[in-house]
């Protein structure tokens, strides 16, 4: 074919599918928010959801898309409404990297993920992103492995993802309405640290994240264990000792921070005790958070919670788990309390026999087609209601927003593989008691700020590396 008709060809491809896709995004219902304790829309609509997490999401998106669209079709179907996933540290150590250095966004990954989000719009499906994940090698330790002391910046992998334009769709991140929240990380924990290296990190990034994006939802993606001296302390998990006293989390003042939309915890009572906790335990969990959550009047979700069952056990072992959460979203939700929704651990693989002992859902399960999908359909079929005092979004005057100046667009697979961040490599020195400082650079032809803005020296020091982080802590 003619060169030139190759290109214009392609062309319209390009704008056909994008039209497709808008036209999808369009049925949304806007950007979600926090208005008088509800997730609300633009039309001040009560936002309600049932959901799942699908940490291996990314990778399905980038090899094998077409699972990505039959996980979404089952979850539509489903009344399955959003869906949280990692961007680094998903479960497959070897999955593909959205970074493959500190400076690094792959192309090929960064397009699953503008596919990832195209199509959770065609099927109504929201996304809470986590950037980060303590746990898995391809998360924080990644970056520790990359960047060591160097000072190279979180904050701008963050810019990068939150700036980035969608291929398929035109959408910035940052205005897709597709996404229904951030999380910072995944289960930040600093081992005997005390509670201030952790809260400090949340404000600043929080804040960071916030100037950048103001439009959507940020929440810290935490597990939610309270510090030594919060009187609700006594709700901690225990082994023998206090180490959920000592994670380093704080859960009470994480959530105070002014870049905090909402509040999150997350349930596993096997990781957490030998021998794992009863359901009675889980209730009293939940409950010490829906009272800390109203006191600070903000909304709450089970962002992740998970039960191990061997097969011949799902109904007897796991499903009371389920069971129980629900009742608790049920009952909180009709009273106007704090517990606005859950997300589940897991939905992500196939739906063949499952050996030996572990949480993964399958469809085939009761736990699904018991306890999910009914609950689920219950949410979806209840009337849609207003909240009082809310605002609609056309009576708001628009967020501002960031001068891209200096911000690459989406690079054509044709040019680069590869999508170059804006990262920081200022070197300054650590204080003890406080993670390392660096200066930014502005983007060229921005003007230089008034002051210099500090960002967080990438896990180095008290709160996040090796010698301070404390990945390894399971209940020692």
């Known amino acids: 074919m003619n060169r030139g008709w190759a290109g214009l060809a392609a062309l319209l491809l390009?704008?056909?599918?994008?039209?497709?896709?808008?036209?999808?995004?369009?049925?949304?219902?806007?950007?979600?928010?926090?208005?008088?304790?509800?997730?609300?829309?633009?039309?001040?609509?009560?936002?309600?959801?049932?959901?799942?997490?699908?940490?291996?999401?990314?990778?399905?998106?980038?090899?094998?898309?077409?699972?990505?669209?039959?996980?979404?079709?089952?979850?539509?179907?489903?009344?399955?409404?959003?869906?949280?996933?990692f961007l680094m540290g998903g479960d497959d150590d070897g999955a593909p990297l959205l970074l493959n250095s500190p400076d690094q966004l792959t192309e090929q990954v960064a397009r699953g993920l503008d596919f990832l989000l195209a199509e959770a719009a065609k099927y109504g499906i929201k996304a809470t992103i986590a950037f980060l994940n303590l746990w898995k090698p391809a998360g924080v330790p990644q970056f520790e492995q990359w960047c060591g002391t160097a000072g190279t910046t979180v904050k701008s992998f963050y810019s990068a993802v939150v700036n980035r334009k969608n291929t398929l769709t035109g959408v910035l991140y940052r205005d897709d309405p597709t996404i229904f929240s951030w999380n910072l990380m995944n289960e930040p924990r600093c081992k005997y640290c005390g509670p201030e290296a952790v809260d400090g990190w949340y404000g600043e990034l929080s804040a960071h994240l916030k100037s950048i994006d103001p439009n959507h939802l940020v929440t810290t993606g935490e597990e939610g264990f309270f510090e030594e001296a919060d009187p609700a302390a006594v709700a901690n998990p225990t082994d023998g000792n206090i180490w959920g006293s000592r994670s380093g989390q704080s859960f009470r003042a994480n959530h105070q921070k002014a870049g905090i939309d909402y509040?999150?915890?997350?349930?596993?009572?096997?990781?957490w005790r030998n021998p794992p906790y009863d359901v009675a335990w889980g209730q009293q969990w939940i409950d010490a958070h829906v009272q800390v959550a109203s006191q600070l009047g903000l909304p709450l979700v089970l962002e992740e919670f998970g039960k191990n069952a061997a097969e011949q056990s799902i109904g007897s072992i796991r499903d009371p788990w389920f069971e129980m959460v629900n009742n608790a979203v049920d009952s909180s939700l009709a009273s106007g309390g704090p517990l606005r929704g859950s997300l589940f651990w897991q939905w992500d693989g196939d739906s063949g026999p499952r050996p030996g002992n572990g949480s993964d859902i399958r469809q085939q399960d009761t736990t699904f087609t018991q306890y999910i999908r009914p609950f689920a359909d219950k949410l979806a079929a209840e009337p849609a209601s207003t909240v009082p005092g809310c605002t609609p979004r056309a009576s708001l005057a628009p967020a501002p927003l960031p001068s891209l100046a200096g911000v690459p667009a989406a690079v054509p697979a044709a040019e680069a593989q590869t999508q170059t961040m804006r990262m920081v490599t200022t070197p300054s020195p650590a204080s003890p008691a406080s993670p390392s400082l660096a200066t930014p650079r502005p983007p060229p032809g921005s003007p230089s700020p008034a002051e210099p803005l500090p960002s967080v020296q990438l896990f180095e020091g008290a709160p996040f590396g090796s010698t301070g982080y404390g990945r390894k802590l399971l209940r020692d």
């Open 14 to 85: 390009a704008v056909a599918l994008q039209g497709a896709y808008c036209q999808s995004t369009s049925q949304a219902q806007g950007i979600i928010r926090v208005s008088n304790g509800r997730f609300v829309d633009d039309a001040c609509t009560e936002y309600r959801f049932a959901g799942w997490n699908g940490w291996n999401l990314l990778r399905h998106a980038v090899q094998d898309p077409g699972y990505v669209t039959q996980k979404f079709q089952q979850a539509q179907a489903s009344s399955l409404n959003v869906v949280r996933f």
């Open 263 to 271: 509040a999150v915890i997350h349930l596993w009572p096997d990781n």
